[in-house]
């Protein structure tokens, strides 16, 4: 015999016979729609997981901005992208190949038998590798190992590569990552350590000023011009029009880019004018001298800055007409044009460029631009 049920089992029963009455669907088949839509969307996150998972996997890849595409080096160097691309491969990190061509380009140039200069990386002294297969895989290797100390910081990576790990300590230390000032500081001790060994000297202006000539303290800059960010996405930096860097008609004796001159293959960073010893050289843009003076194969030089990112060079004069902190016009003389330097006739190397000392951007579609 049947038990009497209670109100609340009652009212249950009351509450579904509603709801099979009022909707068109039936509880169960509404259950089961809902399982389905929560099946599909566990499947759809999972999926989207995994894909994420696979697309961010990590290659070296850097998210600094460095730009893509081939970096910009000689045949010499290009020749060994394959066999860097091979060996970073095994470390899962293919998408550095580009930039370890630009330190193989600033190194050596491809030249030589350690195109990578990784023998003091094997056994702490130049000479012990006599290969370039083997100069790249302890190069890659000890990148891998520098790139991961410094915390997968670009910048940090490739002045490390030139100072040594311990800039990484001095870096992390100082703020956690890389600015050119920590290196200027790094040098300015190292140098102060061992200056007395006669070993290290100052290889740029810059360095003979900051007495940082401990390693290269533009090393970052100096790879980096290499790859392709180096020149775009600046075309805002010297906008407006520019007055003549030379005061007779502008005629390119050589282009920016590749070229040989009877030394192999090397990046030209600027732009040749032809001109006379007669003729007077100008600054293109108002702006602050930060460099008059003789540098290498510059002969006498004059670097102008127009604004942060913004600065021209001058060079081969036969005479500098300006100083280190005069104000001048666009239009305003700095030189005579001349034939110091490594100059084979008078001309003027002139540059444009986003450092004082690198960033280099061909200066024709500045100085030539269409009607």
Request: aromatic letters at 8%.
């Amino acid at each position: 015999m049947p038990q009497p049920r209670s109100k609340a089992q009652l009212a249950k029963t009351a509450l579904k016979l509603a709801l099979l009455k009022y909707n068109p669907i039936g509880l169960q088949a509404k259950l089961i729609i809902i399982g389905s839509a929560l099946a599909i969307v566990i499947v759809l996150i999972f999926t989207a997981g995994i894909f994420s998972m696979f697309s961010s996997r990590d290659d070296g890849s850097s998210g600094d901005g460095m730009g893509t595409g081939p970096a910009s080096v000689s045949p010499e160097v290009a020749q060994y992208r394959d066999a860097i691309s091979s060996e970073l491969a095994k470390y899962e990190m293919e998408g550095q190949t580009e930039l370890l061509l630009a330190l193989m380009m600033q190194e050596s140039g491809g030249k030589g038998n350690d195109p990578m200069q990784a023998s003091e990386s094997k056994c702490g002294a130049i000479g012990c590798i006599t290969n370039p297969v083997e100069s790249i895989a302890y190069g890659v290797k000890h990148f891998v190992s520098v790139f991961e100390s410094a915390k997968k910081d670009i910048k940090l990576t490739l002045q490390s590569y030139n100072f040594g790990s311990g800039f990484i300590d001095y870096v992390l230390k100082n703020g956690g990552s890389y600015t050119k000032e920590l290196a200027i500081s790094f040098s300015q001790l190292q140098y102060q350590k061992l200056a007395h060994t006669g070993l290290y000297t100052c290889n740029r202006p810059e360095a003979i000023q900051h007495s940082a000539c401990y390693g290269d303290i533009g090393y970052v800059e100096a790879v980096l011009k290499y790859l392709p960010s180096a020149s775009t996405g600046n075309s805002a930096m010297i906008a407006g029009d520019l007055a003549a860097p030379v005061s007779n008609e502008m005629r390119v004796t050589s282009n920016y880019g590749w070229r040989n001159i009877g030394a192999g293959p090397e990046h030209h960073d600027g732009i040749d004018l032809g001109c006379s010893e007669a003729d007077s050289i100008h600054s293109v843009k108002d702006g602050t001298i930060v460099y008059a003076g003789t540098y290498g194969g510059y002969g006498n030089v004059v670097t102008v800055q127009h604004a942060v990112n913004s600065f021209t060079t001058y060079a081969h004069l036969s005479r500098i007409s300006v100083q280190v902190s005069q104000k001048v016009e666009g239009g305003n003389q700095v030189g005579m044009c001349g034939n110091t330097g490594r100059s084979f006739g008078s001309h003027l190397h002139f540059e444009i460029k986003t450092q004082m000392w690198g960033g280099y951007m061909d200066p024709a579609p500045f100085l030539f631009k269409e009607a």
